[in-house]
């Protein structure tokens, strides 16, 4: 059975999306329409659509007369992401520390369990995907939905600053850094708080290694995304 437009179109988001997190779309990548349409075996309205909600969601960028591309964030455009993110997840962890409950302590957990196997059996894509869910389900248990809506800006940005700048050697998020934030929300928020800053830091530093890759030819990426 065909797929409906709108089915569609949400498979053609979810994958382009998650291609642009897990590095397997280069900043800079030109998102021809052509190109995406044969990939998906869908119509170049149904990957237009896609590419609208995406560039609405700022996680590509819309270009007059020249359509999309992947965004290539700068090294200053990354003081701004991270100032941002301590302001937000600093927040967060402070007001969560010493009261989550278990099932959230199990599912975070679990996340951090899942990106180390990952991380050991040398999966990046996973990696990066369990990593963003790591610090999102935090956003997610402070229970404010605007919370949620600046990590899923602030988080692809991250991730394509990743790519950019740590060169061959990008890692989003270290898990053994995650088992520590773990630790410390147990705590009081003031060291939660400490442990998060410490932790972003750490990542905005290592983006001074490596020089930016070049962009990855769509051809073939997206097939197996083809309805059968």
């Known amino acids: 059975m065909k797929a409906t437009p709108a089915t569609a179109t949400q498979r053609v988001y979810d994958a382009i999306h998650s291609a642009i997190v897990e590095h397997r779309l280069a900043p800079g990548t030109r998102l021809r329409e052509v190109e995406l349409a044969a990939g998906f075996g869908v119509s170049r309205t149904v990957v237009r659509q896609a590419l609208h909600r995406l560039g609405q969601d700022q996680v590509v960028e819309l270009e007059h007369n020249r359509g999309a591309r992947v965004p290539q964030p700068t090294r200053e455009q990354a003081a701004q992401v991270f100032d941002a ?11 969560l520390a010493g009261r989550l ?57 991250t991730s394509l600053l990743i790519a950019l700048y740590q060169g061959g050697h990008a890692r989003t998020c270290a898990a053994h850094t995650h088992t520590g934030l773990l630790a410390a929300l147990a ?17 905005e530093r290592s983006l001074s290694v ?18 059968g």
Do not use: K
């Open 187 to 203: 705590g009081r928020g003031s060291g939660a708080a400490t442990e998060m800053r410490r932790h972003l830091g750490e990542i």
């Open 101 to 157: 409950s278990s099932e959230q302590c199990a599912e975070l957990e679990a996340l951090v369990r899942q990106e180390s196997e990952a991380e050991a059996r040398g999966d990046a894509p996973a990696t990066i995907r369990l990593s963003g869910e790591f610090h999102r389900a935090l956003a997610r248990f402070a229970g404010n939905p605007v919370f949620v809506r600046l990590l899923d800006e602030l988080l692809p940005t």
């Open 210 to 227: 490596g020089e930016a890759v070049a962009p990855t030819p769509l051809r073939d990426l997206f097939a197996p995304y083809r309805e």
């Open 85 to 95: 993110r301590r302001v937000v997840e600093c927040e967060l962890v402070r007001r």
